[in-house]
């Protein structure tokens, strides 16, 4: 199972686009502000679920046909590989939305908008759990495919 770059350079550039506002705070208003933080956050969470899916499902694959020809401890391995793949994957994307998200939190907290800032602490919030819950899923799929159930993360 191969490791994309593209995801991380995917979430590079919508945090770019995101910050590039927070930057130029003073021609920006802090409700334009919110929304591009709130957009970007939803927009990078969306392509982690996508990700950890699409990553799910091609480990199912290999790990239905590995049992099939009665190979279960490649199984296991193609399952613990994925597993792994699964949470780094996740890991990086919950510590860029918070990134992204801690910095336009200070920038409405600086420009004296604090409801804001509730606003967009809620919706990042949001959007690490969205993240947290299909690597929970994704990991619950990867052990229930396995006769043995056993899969670890690492």
Do not use: F, Y
Not at 12 to 39: F, G, N, Q, T
Not at 74 to 88: L, N
């Amino acid at each position: 199972m191969r490791r994309r770059v593209t995801i991380p350079m995917a979430v590079v550039a919508l945090m770019c686009m995101a910050l590039a506002p927070v930057a130029r705070a003073d021609h920006v208003s802090a409700e334009e502000i919110a929304k591009r933080c709130v957009v970007t956050a939803n927009r990078l969470a969306d392509r982690c679920v996508a990700s950890n899916a699409a990553t799910t499902q091609r480990a199912l694959a290999a790990i239905r046909k590995l049992l099939e020809e009665g190979k279960e401890d490649a199984a296991i391995r193609t399952a613990r590989r994925a597993a792994g793949i699964i949470t780094s994957q996740s890991d990086l994307c919950v510590r860029q939305i918070r990134q992204m998200c801690d910095r336009c939190i200070e920038v409405l907290l600086r420009l004296d908008h604090p409801e804001l800032a509730r606003r967009v602490h809620a919706a990042c919030g949001d959007a690490v759990e969205r993240v947290r819950h299909s690597q929970r899923r994704a990991l619950s799929a990867l052990r229930n495919a396995l006769p043995s159930g056993e899969v670890s993360e690492r």
